[in-house]
């Protein structure tokens, strides 16, 4: 089970740290991650980590959104700093078995919706 924790609402500019507990197994070696998606957009792949520590941001949250992990709480986090409106969307967070991240993921989280206003 993967549950997420965190959302809120924001004015811009301000920051939100979400985090998603990995419940029943070990997140030790998982790749995990985020996505987020916004009323009537697609999908979109926010963060990842591997299960070896790489990690990749999509291009418009890198240098404000930073992906961690602790495996020894099965936990994975992501600050958000300098939100703008744009950053609304419902966050997902994701894993999957295989150290190296997948396309489609085993385990998805209900969601956290995240309100950024201007």
């Known amino acids: 089970q993967v549950a997420e924790f965190g959302g809120g609402s924001v004015q811009a500019g301000g920051s939100l740290r979400l985090s998603c507990l990995l419940a029943?197994?070990?997140?030790?070696?998982?790749?995990m991650g985020w996505f987020r998606q916004a009323p009537g957009k697609e999908r979109e792949e926010v963060a990842k980590i591997s299960g070896h520590g790489q990690i990749d941001y999509m291009d418009g949250v890198r240098g404000r959104f930073t992906i961690s992990r602790d495996d020894a709480h099965n936990t994975l986090y992501l600050q958000m700093n300098s939100l703008n409106v744009d950053d609304t969307a419902v966050y997902y967070c994701?894993?999957?078995?295989?150290?190296?991240?997948?396309?489609?993921?085993?385990?998805w989280g209900q969601g956290t919706q995240v309100t950024v206003s201007s």
């Open positions: 029943g197994f070990s997140s030790n070696g998982l790749c």
């Open positions: 994701v894993a999957d078995w295989d150290r190296v991240c997948p396309m489609v993921f085993d385990f």
